[in-house]
């Protein structure tokens, strides 16, 4: 069992920087591949970026591709999204999410990849 919460949303105006983080609950953190996914007002959650369990690989949305960095500290059990150059349309509810080593796949890209959520932070970028 994981339990995950976020933290840092907010409001922010377009071409600003947040700093998002998930803390994540167990001592087999460094087992999981994390990720950040997305949901707009109206629209299906999209997948935004995602790291290895050592930290070592990460992979992004061409979307967010060199404005986001998502990174993990496994020492903390915390995972963490920097998010730069700031878009309206980055405007969402950010989820951090974990998954579960048996079975997984690289990229981790599809919101089936993941076993546990977090309950998600609030992201508003006006213009």
């Known amino acids: 069992q994981v339990q995950l919460v976020e933290s840092g949303g907010g409001l922010v105006q377009a071409g600003g920087s947040l700093r998002l983080s998930c803390a994540a609950s167990?001592?087999?953190?460094?087992?999981?591949?994390m990720g950040w996914i997305r949901q707009a007002p109206g629209k299906e959650r999209e997948f935004v970026a995602a790291?290895?369990?050592?930290?070592?690989?990460?992979y992004y949305a061409d979307s967010v591709k060199g404005r986001f960095s998502i990174s993990r500290d496994n020492a903390k059990n915390t995972m963490y999204l920097q998010m730069n150059s700031l878009k309206p349309e980055d405007t969402a509810v950010y989820y951090c999410a974990a998954d579960y080593p048996l079975g997984s796949r690289w990229p981790p890209t599809l919101q089936a990849d993941y076993d546990y959520w977090g309950q998600g932070t609030q992201v508003t970028v006006s213009s």
């Open positions: 790291i290895s369990g050592s930290g070592g690989n990460t």
């Open positions: 167990g001592r087999t953190f460094s087992n999981y591949a």
